[in-house]
Every structure is written in structure tokens, then in C-alpha cells.
């Protein structure tokens, strides 16, 4: 799998070329790092969302051209570098310096199914009302942040209809720059497809995209 056919409709990339009977991991040092990321989410005070943010701060020239599990790989040592847990001479070495400071609390064994029942549990309660109704017409912001955000390049500036409300959800775009977590009304837009791609598109098919409130003004 490489990690291109996440690039939010960017053209150019060509098409997706699905891998007959792709296995889950092609190498055992994929399934270890999957390992290694799942656990590095561990305590709760690094989320999934700082973790996308990480990926995307790669180079462009590495990013289109290193496969899924090397972004994973990228941002695991970006956060442990930052945070100074690790050193670029540990990561090339395995070895630790003489002077590292040895630490205790590692994910145990016993608390694996826990953490992993509880990951991406983000919906919270909050007192205010959804700002749009079902049905109800709305238009995309036409917004291009630095940041990360999970509204996607294609249906930025387009419009659609509030298919569904989930109610509160952390806010993945402040979320990830650690400045908390925000949570507003998480809604299922509905997109004609022609909509967001042009005549090309299927006359009768539709997209369907989870979108923030922030995201969306009334049509």
C-alpha cells in the first residue's frame, strides 16, 4: 500500500492500483511498526490526530515516494525526537547513549486490550444544539490551513445536504496541534457526485463525507 492514495484528491497521482490478495503486512517490520505506533498512542496525551499532523509534515519528495509503513515509521521517530526521548545516533544505532535516562512506563502487557478497546472512542457531551437540521442545504468553507485539517481538498467551497448528525466529536484540527480537543457537531454531508468532480461524474452517484461544524455555513 503506498501512502499517495491518501493525498485528499490531488490530481496528477494517476489512478489507485488495488494489489490482488495484498496481505496485512509484507514484511514482519511492517507489523512491528504497527505495533510500535498503536503503543506510542499510549497514554491518551498523544492522540491519532497529532499523529496524522506528524505524517504530514514529511518532505514532499519522501512522502510520495516511501511506502505506508515508512510514514508510520517517520512520525513515531519525529515525536520521539521532539520529545527528546531519542536521539538521531539511538534511532541509527538501536543503541542507547550512556547518558539516556532509562524509563519505566512502557505499555504493559495487561493493559493492551484496554487501550485498545478504548482507542478512538472521541464523541463528548456537549450543552449547545446542532447548528444545522437534516435535510437542511449547506456549503463547504474554502479553506486552505497549514495545519491539519480532515476536510478534504475536493469539497472545499462545495455544496451539499446534512445527511446525518452524530452530535459532539473532538476537533481533529486543534486536536492535532495539541491546542485541545474542542468538540462540535460532527454531521455526514451528502455531495452529488458531479458536485465535487464535474460532469465526468455519475449522474445519480452521490459522496458522502463526515464534516465539522466549523467546516459548514447555510447554503
Known sequence: MNGIHDMGGMHGLGPILPEPNEPVFHDRWEARMFGVSAAM??????????????????????????????????????????AGMVTLSELSTGQAVPSSTRRDDAMRAGDVEAAIAKEGKCSR???????????????????????HTRLPRYARGRSGSIYRCHGAYVF?????????ECPQDLYTVTFAARELWGPDAGRNDKVYLDLWDSYLEPA
Not at 481533529?172 to 485541545?180: Q, S
Open 41 to 82: 498512542i499510549y497514554p491518551p496525551a498523544f492522540s491519532t490526530d497529532q499523529y496524522r499532523f506528524l505524517v504530514e509534515r514529511m518532505p514532499p519528495a519522501a512522502y510520495l515516494s516511501q511506502s505506508y509503513y515508512e510514514h508510520w515509521y517517520f512520525a513515531c521517530a519525529l515525536v520521539l525526537i521532539e
Open 125 to 147: 457531551e456537549t450543552a449547545s444544539a446542532p447548528r444545522f437540521a437534516l435535510g437542511q442545504r449547506v456549503t463547504t468553507r474554502n479553506m486552505h490551513p497549514t495545519q
Open 172 to 180: 481533529p484540527d486543534t486536536n492535532a496541534r495539541g491546542d485541545g
